[in-house]
């Protein structure tokens, strides 16, 4: 089986960088996903990694190792609408290539 | 282009009544995929369909939930006997081809709101 363990909440200050942490046991997968979800909204894609190291987005980057099962989540210049919850997901290997298993998300707060 | 679209939006229905959800996935994507949303819990895999092949239904927690897809394109989620621990927010997801080692993000749709009492 697969476990995800992400923190339940974070507090952050407007223009600071936090890093969100998530980490999982597996027996395999194929590659990590970053989601955000507003508040009743759906969630949006952030990142993928396959490969250990650092993925660049904007404001936003993943990283990925596969050998300490651990990956983050770092958001740069924090702004109030970047209050949300961060969805760490390890998609499916083998025959389920494309089944995302998520964790229970970080739910992130932006303060001025 | 539209994306994926759900209804309704809401549903409140009462304990041992069936329920059917819809999904309308972005055109042309071949790979569908449910997932549930309880309060405080994160995303729970239900069932996904990849083009014709048979679906993955590994995630569908009894016999009382069933899925469709027709034609290739919309979907439906069916509860029979609702519960009150099928009270969640019920997510539909889209993708391109979902074969081989392809990293096509799923795009969501906003969900429905299912509410047994």
């Known amino acids: 089986g697969q476990n995800i363990d992400q923190p339940t909440e974070m507090t952050a200050t407007e223009g600071a960088i936090v890093q969100i942490n998530c980490t999982y046991q597996?027996?395999?997968?194929?590659?990590l996903f970053w989601y955000q979800q507003h508040a009743g909204e759906a969630p949006t894609f952030l990142s993928y990694n396959v490969l250990d190291g650092l993925e660049e987005k904007g404001r936003f980057s993943s990283f990925l190792s596969r050998s300490k099962g651990y990956s983050y989540l770092l958001l740069k210049e924090l702004q109030m609408k970047d209050s949300a919850s961060y969805l760490c997901a390890l998609r499916g290997y083998g025959g389920a290539t494309n089944k995302l298993i998520f964790g229970t998300g970080t739910l992130l707060a932006v303060q001025p | 282009g539209a994306g994926v679209s759900q209804s309704p939006s809401n549903k409140v229905t009462e304990k041992g009544k069936d329920v059917e959800l819809r999904c309308d996935p972005i055109s042309g994507h071949t790979a569908l995929y449910w997932y549930r949303q309880s309060l405080g819990q994160g995303l729970e895999f239900l069932i996904y369909?990849?083009?014709?092949?048979?679906?993955?239904k590994s995630g569908l927690p009894s016999d009382r939930f069933s899925a469709e897809r027709t034609g290739g394109s919309v979907s439906t989620l069916t509860i029979q006997r609702t519960q009150q621990e099928d009270s969640a927010v019920y997510l539909c997801a889209s993708s391109l081809d979902a074969s081989g080692s392809s990293s096509y993000e799923q795009y969501f749709g906003p969900g429905t709101r299912l509410t047994v009492t």
């Open positions: 597996t027996s395999g997968f194929n590659g």
């Open positions: 369909f990849q083009g014709n092949s048979a679906p993955d």
